[in-house]
């Protein structure tokens, strides 16, 4: 580690960090990004681990690939909202290589990452020679391809809270292909009580903005109602009239508008059925 952080010190802006090379050598082949010095995290061990600590949140270095999570029992049981998510991330031997560090730090706008970590409430470590800081997720990405990091710095550890005890999660994303990025996708959590009373939503839509958007506010009506009074399809509506949506070759922002409203809608009825006592995955 002290050897990344003096190279990445001593290069500044030529230098760039390579994970597991699945964003970063597509735009060094396209000339879209030329650093003159790579910094390779692969030997670094403590940036591999993935562990649950004293207060029960889980501990990810950087380095751990999207497969990992995907194939840990402790991730699946108490976050099972990250493996919802990861495994629409492309294909699997991309899922192989790539990292959930490369994904915060290349901040796609469609990337899952990003908003599971904005639905969990995640923390980012961040270290450079000069000492470490802790970024909360909603701060860490700023805009398209864009993140809080400076030169020198590099992102070190992921942790995500504590399991919510009573809580239900679901994901809905369209994309043209499997395995393609998302056009638009949506995350919801519930947290709900022994009377089936919601008592807290989250709700995260991604790849319709620059930057993936925590949008609770728009389930707060059904907060304190029973949850056979949840209306997706209202949701699904305030949600689209909530953002901003951009417009891109892939997809206009009307079209954009409506697929948000299709993957809220679905990720709240994805929520739903795995209520506590409905189905337990
Ligand atoms: C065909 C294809 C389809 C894809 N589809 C999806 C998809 O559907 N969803 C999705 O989310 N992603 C998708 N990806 C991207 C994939 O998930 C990448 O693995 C990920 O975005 C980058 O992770 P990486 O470890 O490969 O990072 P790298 O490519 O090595 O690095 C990416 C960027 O992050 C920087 N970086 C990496 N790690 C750190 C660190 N620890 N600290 C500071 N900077 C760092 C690098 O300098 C670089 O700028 C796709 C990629 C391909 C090729």
Request: proline share 3%; glycine share 10%; charged share 20%.
């Amino acid at each position: 580690m002290e050897e990344a952080l003096g190279l990445l010190q001593q290069h500044g802006d030529d230098a760039r960090v390579i994970a597991g090379g699945q964003s970063l050598v597509p735009a060094m082949n396209l000339r879209m990004a030329t650093p003159g010095m790579l910094v390779d995290l692969a030997g670094i061990d403590a940036l591999s681990a993935l562990d649950v600590a004293g207060d029960g949140s889980l501990i990810a270095g950087a380095m751990v690939t999207h497969n990992r999570f995907l194939r840990d029992d402790r991730v699946s049981s108490g976050w099972p909202a990250i493996g919802y998510a990861i495994r629409h991330v492309a294909h699997e031997q991309i899922r192989n290589r790539g990292t959930v560090g490369g994904s915060l730090c290349h901040a796609d706008p469609a990337a899952e990452w990003a908003a599971v970590c904005l639905l969990l409430d995640a923390e980012m470590q961040v270290m450079s020679r000069d000492g470490e800081r802790t970024v909360a997720a909603d701060s860490f990405i700023k805009g398209v391809y864009d993140t809080t990091l400076a030169p020198g710095e590099l992102l070190s550890r992921i942790r995500f809270p504590a399991p919510l005890r009573g809580w239900c999660w679901g994901f809905h994303e369209i994309a043209r292909r499997h395995g393609d990025f998302a056009l638009a996708g949506a995350l919801v959590g519930l947290g709900v009580d022994e009377n089936s009373v919601v008592t807290a939503a989250r709700l995260v839509v991604f790849a319709v903005e620059d930057r993936a958007r925590r949008l609770d506010a728009v389930l707060s009506d059904i907060v304190g109602r029973g949850v056979a009074e949840i209306d997706g399809e209202l949701a699904g509506l305030s949600a689209a009239a909530a953002i901003d949506p951009r417009s891109d070759l892939h997809a206009s922002a009307e079209l954009r508008s409506h697929l948000v409203h299709v993957c809220v809608m679905r990720a709240l009825a994805a929520a739903m059925e795995r209520l506590p006592g409905v189905r337990n995955e």
